[in-house]
């Protein structure tokens, strides 16, 4: 992995060079309250999304894909049961697993499950709030119903559960860290408005997805996606005039970001 800026950069836009190339199948099992906008998100930033949940279909599902997207937000026996069949169906079959923790910490059930799939499950990337890594990486935060309030050191939290978990982790904040448990990556595009729109962190979950399926380094990957929609957020805000129109002006920010605006405008670097 190149450690320059530079090289960081180059690599951002060839992976999303090849993901538009490639259009890679992205199975979810998702919350009822994203479904839409991460479908939706999904397309604009080159993918195809599938959203299936059922028991019965998921495990042949998640082995035509491309990557796995686990989504923990309305949690659900039966949606238990299908994330652990879809997920031992894609690791069989070497398809990347990524698992989205919405609310851990807030709830032991959640706690539990997230723990439960990362015990079963060989998870290729975790992407949460700070609080969310915090609390999975045996840290301090508080959690307030699915949003995190506090969180400590996230750069060492993230390279602290990434170690532990041996996956990619990712929070996502004012500054995004990645770690893959020996380097870390600070990315530092967004907006403020984000947090103003429900969805936009499982939003940056399904393009995270999406470049891990055509890249065969899930840091890099996960560090290129997440510049790629907090840059599509700025974008985005350009136009806006607040939450509501952000969403929309979002979706046509990530379809027409291009490989070059991602190279030129990402704030990517390595810090560890």
Do not use: K
Not at 30 to 38: E, G
Not at 152 to 158: E, K, S
Not at 235 to 260: F, V
Request: one cysteine or more.
């Amino acid at each position: 992995m190149s450690s320059s800026p530079t090289g960081l950069l180059a690599t951002a836009a060839a992976i999303l060079e090849r993901l538009r190339q490639e259009r890679p199948l992205i199975h979810h099992i998702t919350n009822l309250v994203v479904t839409n906008t991460t479908a939706n998100a999904t397309l604009a930033i080159g993918a195809s999304p599938v959203m299936a949940h059922a028991p019965e279909e998921v495990a042949e599902m998640a082995r035509a894909a491309r990557a796995l997207v686990l989504n923990i937000g309305t949690l659900s026996r039966e949606q238990v049961e299908a994330m652990l069949l879809a997920g031992e169906a894609a690791a069989e079959a070497g398809v990347p697993i990524i698992l989205d923790p919405v609310g851990a910490g807030a709830t032991a059930y959640r706690t539990e499950t997230v723990q439960r799939l990362l015990d079963r499950l060989p998870v290729t990337v975790l992407r949460g709030n700070g609080a969310e890594v915090a609390i999975l990486a045996g840290g301090e935060a508080t959690v307030r119903g699915v949003d995190g309030v506090q969180a400590g050191d996230v750069a060492t939290l993230v390279r602290t559960l990434a170690q532990e978990r041996q996956l990619v982790a990712a929070a996502t904040g004012a500054t995004d860290w990645v770690s893959d448990g020996r380097a870390v990556l600070a990315v530092e595009n967004g907006h403020p408005w984000l947090q103003l729109v429900t969805g936009t962190g499982c939003m940056a979950t399904s393009v995270v997805a999406a470049f891990v399926a055509v890249h065969p380094n899930p840091l890099e990957a996960t560090a290129a996606a997440l510049a790629a929609f907090g840059l599509a957020a700025e974008q985005a805000a350009q136009e806006a005039q607040g939450p509501g129109t952000l969403q929309a002006r979002l979706l046509d920010s990530l379809h027409g970001l291009t490989p070059a605006q991602l190279a030129q405008g990402a704030r990517l670097r390595r810090v560890a």
